[in-house]
């Protein structure tokens, strides 16, 4: 029998809405929100546009932002549940996040360990923010995701893995595609009604728990 891995995204995901929208919609001169729709319209790749948009933002603003984020952002409903579920059957759960060191460590901190966490860096050594991406695409990407959740997907599985994504975007979507099934919400969601991908839909940690449960690929 196929053993599940996990591979869950962070932002709109575990997080009730997106850090680096409200991170902007904050901080940054109005500059950003033409990022945005290049990215959208993909005349940006989203590695181009999340450089680019906290290339507006001082460094010094680092513990403002940080705070800002700490006091706003909310985890979705039943998400420590749901990690005590994975640990009690054994199941790898991995965070592949488009989000940055500085806000998803902090947010994770006591639910899921570091080594468990890929997300993008930071650097505010400069006059402004400098994104870095231990985790940009491989040789079978070319889409300048950032973080490049189908590399790390291949990466992190194992031959005999039953890949199981969870997630609410359109960065989620290559990922989804490599996997056996997708725990989906938003924009994903509608992406795999059209696509036909194998999917269900969630909305709280507790729906994902009952997913799994049902599924036959328990440890
Ligand atoms: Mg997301
Ligand atoms: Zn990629």
Not at 94 to 112: N, R, T, W
Not at 148 to 177: E, M, Q, W, Y
């Amino acid at each position: 029998m196929k053993k599940p891995i996990l591979f869950c995204d962070f932002d709109g995901t575990i997080t009730n809405s997106d850090n680096i929208v409200a991170i902007m919609k904050q901080f940054a001169p109005p500059e950003w929100e033409t990022l945005k729709d290049d990215v959208l319209a993909q005349r940006l790749t989203v590695q181009e546009g999340v450089g680019k948009m906290f290339s507006l933002l001082p460094s010094r603003l680092k513990e403002e932002i940080t705070d800002f984020i700490l006091q706003t952002a909310r985890i979705r409903d039943g998400f420590r549940e749901f990690v005590a579920f994975t640990k009690q059957h054994g199941i790898p759960l991995y965070v592949v996040s488009g989000g940055i060191d500085f806000f998803v460590y902090p947010l994770l901190d006591g639910l899921i360990e570091k080594e468990f966490i890929f997300c993008n860096g930071s650097d505010f050594s400069g006059e402004t923010i400098q994104i870095v991406w231990p985790y940009s695409c491989n040789e079978h990407c070319h889409n300048g995701c950032g973080c490049c959740k189908p590399s790390l997907l291949r990466k992190l599985s194992k031959p005999d893995a039953f890949n199981i994504v969870i997630g609410d975007s359109i960065t989620d979507l290559a990922a989804a595609k490599l996997a056996d099934h997708v725990i989906a919400r938003d924009f994903l969601l509608e992406k795999c009604n059209e696509l036909s991908i194998s999917h269900t839909p969630f909305t709280t940690f507790f729906d994902v728990i009952d997913v799994l449960e049902k599924m036959e690929v328990r440890v």
